[in-house]
């Protein structure tokens, strides 16, 4: 039976979001900084999709489409430089937090190709956005303390307003990047991730810490699965995914992502999962199938419309 492209784009995306999931498993397995991790990510996630677009023999027509590579290396820097701010933020702001503040991105996405089509965003996506974001809060298990502390004057209040800015800074770059991704449909998948996979490795170089490379096979194995699985594989589906799908589920499907990570953290360093972050992520899952199958919310006047109707 030939799967048409939006449930391939759904299955995709899906796949993705529980790729990325895993991510940070591998990043803390690894033992290495965030400049390594990204830096190697980019050259063995490349490297293999270098060689598989020679194998295709598709590269020299790929170059002839200049005004498509513009916007191709746009979606590179943007890419990177959401990697660097977020990974960034960790180091001003509690991990919890950012995550919460990066995860705006799917209201940004929302709410920008509501601009760019010039058509408002529905009611009822705007609903089922916010119980995701809810779902995504109860996941997170977020300390209203530790967001009191954002917004007292003491010595750290700066800081932590920066490591805000940066989170959201990065959510703003992950928005960009997949409308630019969306504009360049006629560039296969594999090439888009290739050309901005080469870009983040020339931004990163300057800040490769070579002195602490890994010295045991494991740590290389890790970075090697990142790059040729959570790299090389996830973003060729992923950017397909951006083609085939409209922004609205891209944005709801994206919180898939801290539903994996909250069981991948579970199995691999048994932590401990409540009762509470089990209701955020049924209210995430309710979200995700109401956009899906376009689910609308009952209106307020049904009642007086049919009585005045009678």
Known sequence: MKVNDMTKGNLEMILAMMLSGTIGYFVVHSGQSFWNVVFFRCVIGGGLLLAYAFYRGVLPEALKQRSMLFLVLLGGVTLVANWVFLFASFTYIPFSIATVAYHTQPLMLVLAGAFLARQAP??????????????????????????WGLLQGDSRSFEAIFGLGLALAAALLYTATTLITKQVSSVPPYLVALIQMGVGVLMLLPFVQWGALPSSSISWLDLFILGAINTSFMYIIMYDAFQKLPTNLLAILSFIYPITALFVDHIAFATHISAWQLVGVALILLSVCAVKFDWSLPKLGRHASIKGAS
């Open 122 to 147: 529905t009611g009822s996506l705007m609903f089922w956005l916010i119980v995701s974001f809810t779902g995504l809060w109860f996941v997170i298990e977020l300390d209203m303390a530790e967001v």
